[in-house]
């Protein structure tokens, strides 16, 4: 039986067992998608959960807040993107080793070119964005961007975090540091890695209340559950378009699918689970 799992804290908010358990279903595979909570700094409870993908226990998991940098090290070896990134959100076994992936970064720009549509930004050269929050998710995210050709800035409360996150990256022109709280914003895109706004926690945004944005922001939550952050509703009251991170779940979860089981499936199969 078939073994796979998401590890993080909290975790019981997740969609991923039912997307991953449908389409195991819909391959004929046996098996279940389990969840793993983990407090953030148990790492011996981390790295027992690791031996058992090691030892064929559990063929493999994704990682979520708090743990895509903690399980770094305990992998045999990172792709090239997980390095990049700095981060891991899936993890697989290969010939006889560990390996720490990273498919949000795909998933994410993946999502956000059917979200902004080529037609409404030059994809030679995609404009400015503002992502909020510096954590693991951000580092897909900041990757993915710039990857794709955009400007970035970076605001962050842990100015020591988002420094990091640029220094990561500090061979790139289009990266600068925002660590103000800021009133008004005319960036092309507002890129929420961060989890305010997650339930339970519905009614927060990572905004001020009295940030000014342009009616041409377009704004992208990771956060999909609830369905409509606050962020997300706030922006449609302002006629602004917005979008949370399903997509992204989805476009990741067909990804790491991929990896786990050799089977490819298309993310439509996924979607049509959670709606």
């Known amino acids: 039986m078939i073994k796979l799992g998401l590890i993080g804290y909290p975790v019981s908010h997740s969609l991923s067992p039912k997307i991953q ?16 909570p983990i407090a953030p700094n148990d790492m011996q409870a981390l790295r027992d959960l690791v031996e058992r993908i090691r030892s064929g226990e559990i063929l493999g998991c994704n ?37 720490g992936d990273n498919t949000d970064a795909a998933g994410f720009i993946t999502d956000l070119k059917k979200f902004i549509g080529n037609q409404e930004i030059g994809i030679e050269n995609r404009g400015t964005a503002l ?39 500090q061979n790139s022109s289009a990266i600068e540091l925002n660590v103000q709280t800021f009133k008004r914003s005319n960036v092309q895109l507002i890129v929420n890695t961060t989890p305010v706004g997650m339930t339970p926690n519905v009614d927060q945004s990572p905004l001020p209340e009295d940030a000014s944005l342009s009616l041409h922001t ?58």
Not at 71 to 78: A, G, H, K, N, P
Not at 132 to 139: M, P
Not at 254 to 275: P, Q
Request: hydrophobic content about 50%; some cysteine; proline content about 2%.
């Open 21 to 36: 358990n449908a389409a195991l279903r819909a391959c004929g595979l046996d098996g279940e998608y389990l969840l793993f």
């Open 218 to 275: 377009k704004i992208y939550d990771l956060v999909y559950n609830p369905r409509e952050t606050k962020l997300v509703r706030d922006a449609h009251l302002l006629g602004i378009s917005a979008t949370t991170g399903l997509g992204m779940l989805i476009e990741q979860a067909a990804l790491g699918f991929e990896l786990w089981t050799g089977n490819k499936m298309s993310s439509d199969i996924f979607r049509n689970v959670v709606e």
């Open 63 to 99: 990682v979520t807040l708090p743990h895509k940098q903690n399980v770094i090290w305990f992998m045999d070896e990172l792709t090239p993107t997980a390095q990049a990134i700095g981060a891991v959100n899936i993890i697989y076994m290969r010939e006889n080793k560990l390996i």
């Open 131 to 169: 992502v909020l929050g510096a954590g693991g998710s951000a580092r897909s995210v900041v990757y993915a961007l710039l990857n794709d050709g955009w400007q970035i800035t970076i605001a962050a409360r842990r100015i020591e975090q988002a420094q990091m996150l640029a220094v990561q990256f």
